[in-house]
């Protein structure tokens, strides 16, 4: 049995400790949000917190992960009123929507280490790819959500 604590709810699993988290939040318990894309922790579609920390999922073994904490996209906002979700949409950021979550778990975790990022802090921090190329929006809505979170 493996216990995470996902989104402030606790789960005991009975899993394969190989298990990628990403399967186990996805086809476990449900939570669709954390997308696969690459399968190598490259294009951050998968991207959550950890413990905390700005983590690629497809690649973490859940072995390892007993009594750790886990913050997915889902458990961000029930209502879509956490800044960065409220600045994605002001800025329109998403066009095919489906490296957003990781995107948007990614900017949430710059702004906690840096509350009013510069261009250069956003291009160095946010390293998840985006096939549609909406890079200039991802930084307007990051410099954005800066600003919501102020106040």
């Given at each position: 049995m493996i216990t995470l604590t996902v989104n402030?709810?606790?789960?005991a699993l009975d899993i394969e400790p190989e298990t990628p988290l990403l399967w186990v939040l996805r086809d476990e318990l449900g939570l669709t949000g954390t997308k696969f894309g690459c399968?190598?922790?490259?294009?951050?579609?998968?991207?959550?917190?950890?413990?905390g920390a700005p983590t690629r999922s497809c690649?973490?073994?859940v072995g390892g992960l007993d009594g750790a904490s886990v913050l997915t996209i889902e458990g961000l906002s029930h209502d879509t009123s956490h800044p960065v979700q409220r600045a994605w949409i002001e800025h329109d950021v998403?066009?095919?929507?489906?490296?957003?979550?990781?995107?948007?778990?990614?900017?949430?975790?710059?702004?906690q280490q840096t509350p009013k990022p510069s261009d250069g802090d956003i291009?160095?921090?946010?390293?998840?790819?985006?096939?549609?190329?909406?890079?200039p929006?991802?930084?307007?809505a990051?410099?954005?959500?800066?600003e919501l979170a102020k106040g």
């Open positions: 402030g709810q606790k789960h399968g190598i922790a490259q294009c951050g579609a998968c991207t959550v917190h950890l413990n690649m973490v073994q998403p066009q095919c929507g489906y490296c957003q979550s990781g995107q948007i778990m990614a900017a949430v975790a710059l702004l291009d160095s921090a946010i390293t998840n790819i985006c096939r549609c190329g909406t890079y929006r991802i930084r307007a990051i410099h954005r959500a800066a």
